[in-house]
């Protein structure tokens, strides 16, 4: 029930078009939900994040989409550029004494052709 | 911008040995977290800690494996015994508050291999 499912394990784009990452969630207690990038050799930086009383949060060219009924977010990237190719996480985690315990989606790498 | 900082980088360590892995939170920040990562797989909670104490720890986080403040900026994990599953991207990170809605800002990682 705290598993959070992250696909496509891994996705090719091709500079200015959209990439659309995926998670699914079980646990209902979750109410935050943040996206992570890591490039290789750093440690996960936070990109975006959303609470579920919202259904979407848009930063520049990156968007939440959330589907509270479905407990599945979405995050997308428009007119993705070759710096955005990273590994990409979707996490989520509940409030109170819980919170830093964020539960991780197994990520995606996106590779971003020129 | 502010960051967290771990030493060191990486460690090789025999079978059985202590390791201590350093961490060095954003200044003003109350709250202190590890996290690991072993190859290939996603990131999992280990431990968060604040005022001084253990808040939430994961069934990974046993008897061998232990946090501390030893001052007033540093923030250490130390695995007493290790083992070779325990090699892993060990990731310190921190967050202003522990409320929904501050940043959880990650260190660089410290990559550590048990041989």
């Known amino acids: 029930q705290q598993q959070v499912k992250q696909s496509p394990q891994s996705l090719i784009v091709q500079k200015g078009g959209i990439s659309i990452i995926n998670c699914a969630y079980e646990?209902?207690?979750?109410?935050?939900f943040p996206w992570y990038q890591q490039f290789p050799g750093k440690g996960p930086a936070l990109l975006i994040a959303i609470r579920p009383d919202v259904s979407e949060k848009k930063e520049g060219r990156f968007t939440i989409s959330f589907n509270k009924s479905a407990k599945q977010f979405s995050l997308h990237i428009m007119d993705s550029q070759p710096g955005d190719s990273a590994t990409y996480f979707c996490?989520?985690?509940?409030?109170?004494?819980?919170?830093?315990?964020?539960?991780f989606g197994q990520g995606t790498i996106l590779t971003v052709h020129p | 911008e502010p960051e967290v900082t771990q030493t060191p980088s990486h460690q090789v360590t025999q079978m059985g040995q202590e390791v201590i892995l350093r961490c060095v939170p954003i200044s003003n920040h109350l709250y202190f977290y590890w996290y690991r990562q072993i190859l290939g797989q996603k990131v999992e909670f280990l431990v968060s800690f604040y005022n001084n104490e253990i808040s939430e720890k994961s069934e990974i986080f046993d008897d061998q494996f232990s946090v501390e403040r030893p001052d007033g900026s540093n923030f250490t994990l130390k695995i007493r015994s290790t083992k070779l599953e325990d090699s892993a991207m060990y990731f310190c990170?921190?967050?202003?508050?522990?409320?929904?809605?501050?940043?959880?800002?990650f260190g660089e990682g410290s990559w550590l291999t048990v041989v």
């Open positions: 646990n209902t207690a979750f109410d935050y």
């Open positions: 990170a921190s967050s202003p508050q522990g409320s929904v809605g501050n940043t959880i800002y």
């Open positions: 996490a989520a985690t509940s409030g109170g004494t819980s919170y830093g315990k964020l539960t």
